[in-house]
């Protein structure tokens, strides 16, 4: 991402309140825009017409959240993979690596979709061929994403969300009286935006290259990427599927929604869009620049002084960055609460959603911050605290949605993130970095065995 980081760095350094402005909606479009987007299409069609089928809602929900936990699964995996790549200028592997992902993402959609529908065996072939379509495109989606973060074309990957949903909106007004018209309106318009995106990726990357399965032998140098991928997204959504199972209404058969905890939990966490683009803006700029001057310095053997030097500037941009992500997603979690009422009385009308929405508000902004020091963490390269950090929020939001779901809904999801808040802040620091680099460097020395020779004796 350093592309990003040199693009805002350029836009803050004119020190212009119009260029100051851009670079922060820039922010805004690369970490939530293609999520805006769809969003915002879902709501749309919610609110605009009078009879929504409950396939079309159950389908869609279902492939939005399933989906990101196949791709999410092993997204730290292979973004790691990408990273050596590029560093490596091994460009030509990437469209193999591009293959062999969607491949694997397919395979296991196609398996997951399939299994529901043999279970939920009452839909017609039409229905279960556009849920199952449903289901790929989406997840194929999420991976072309992925990889055009590579390129840093993320004007091209909104621009192809915003034509395919135009799309869709206008065959939805077409298509409005068939009781399948909405899902082949969603569909066609998901249709447009994967060609725009692939279009994209073959211009980026070309044609050439075999097939690379290659990132999943990345899993035995790096193996707690996977499982972290897996434990912060299924971390994410526990809750709701439990959700399912105490306020569930069977939307159509087999497909479940809690309207009066996902409507909140989706309001929720339009508050911390500030912060992952503020995330962006700011690890984006400062904090990378003297990072990649901290490892710079220890690569070409500066003298030990510079090197702390450039250690303490580290230290201190972090130390910033992350004090003012607190402060504006506080200040964003207050307007939160103060506008709750508001919400309360002309959106939620009940006080199990108004209890959700407060708990998801301030659970969200705690996702927020665990996020932004999950990643933090990750480019020290401190993969074992990562993996513990998700895990315990995993089991925790699990274990205490189970318990607290009924009468205090969303509690489950703030408490865990909370704890893994804590965890991170009282587990990570860089004041050490030094030692524990050089620590993890080998010696050099050539192995070999020693022989050990008594006095006035013979080797033993």
């Known amino acids: 991402m350093a592309g990003i980081g040199f693009k805002l760095r350029k836009m803050m350094r004119k020190q212009s309140l119009i260029l100051d402005i851009a670079a922060v909606l820039y922010s805004v479009l690369i970490t939530s825009g293609p999520w805006i987007i769809s969003s915002a299409y879902i709501f749309w069609v919610v609110t605009t017409f009078k009879k929504v089928p409950g ?24 973004t790691r993979h990408l990273a050596d790549l590029l560093y490596a200028k091994e460009y030509q592997k990437i469209f193999g690596t591009y293959k062999a992902t969607l491949f694997i993402t397919l395979t296991i959609s196609v398996a997951i979709s399939g299994i529901f529908f043999l ?50 909106m206008f065959l939805s007004f077409m298509l409005e009286e068939d009781p399948l018209g909405l899902l082949i309106a969603f569909d066609s318009g998901i249709l447009v935006t994967l060609f725009i995106l692939s279009m994209l990726l073959l211009k980026a990357f070309g044609t050439h290259g075999k097939s690379s399965f290659e990132f999943l032998k990345v899993s035995k140098k790096y193996p707690e990427n996977p499982l972290i991928g897996v434990s912060y997204y299924a971390a994410v959504w526990i809750d709701d599927l439990i959700a399912w199972k105490f306020f569930g209404k069977e939307l159509s058969p087999g497909f479940y929604f809690a309207k009066e905890y996902d409507m909140p939990m989706f309001l929720a966490y339009i508050f911390i869009i500030p912060t992952l683009a503020l995330f962006v803006l700011l690890i984006e700029t400062e904090f990378y620049s003297d990072y990649r001057a901290f490892y710079s310095d220890i690569i070409y053997n500066k003298k030990l002084d510079e090197i702390e030097l450039q250690h303490r500037r580290l230290l201190s941009s972090l130390t910033y960055s992350l004090r003012i992500i607190w402060v504006v997603q506080l200040v964003v979690f207050t307007i939160g609460m103060l506008i709750s009422p508001l919400l309360n009385s002309y959106v939620f009308k009940s006080a199990t959603a108004a209890f959700a929405f407060k708990a998801g508000l301030f659970g969200s902004s705690m996702n927020a911050i665990f996020l932004t020091y999950l990643l933090i963490i990750l480019y020290f390269d401190y993969r074992k605290l990562a993996l513990k950090g998700t895990l315990l929020v995993l089991f925790s939001n699990l274990i205490l949605s189970l318990l607290t779901m009924k009468s205090f809904p969303g509690l ?7 704890l893994g808040v804590v965890f991170f802040m009282t587990h990570f620091s860089i004041k050490d970095l030094l030692y524990t680099t050089f620590a993890k460097q080998e010696s050099g020395l050539e ?14």
Do not use: C, P, R
């Not at 809602?57 to 990101?68: N, R």
């Not at 065996?121 to 289901?135: A, R």
């Not at 055009?148 to 004007?155: F, H, P, R, S």
């Not at 192995?447 to 033993?460: N, P, R």
């Open 412 to 418: 489950g999801f703030a408490v865990s993130f909370t």
């Open 119 to 168: 279970i939920n065996s009452s839909y017609d072939l039409k229905e279960v061929m556009l849920g199952i379509y449903t289901f790929l495109a989406i997840s194929v989606i999420w991976v072309d994403v992925a990889f055009l973060e590579v390129v840093e074309n993320y004007v091209g990957v909104i621009l192809g969300f915003l034509v395919g949903f135009s799309g869709a």
């Open 447 to 460: 192995k070999t065995t020693i022989s050990m020779i008594k006095l006035g004796g013979s080797k033993k």
């Open 55 to 78: 396939f079309f809602l159950g389908v869609v929900t279902y492939s939005f959240i399933f989906s990101m936990m196949i791709v999410g699964a092993f997204s730290f995996l292979l």
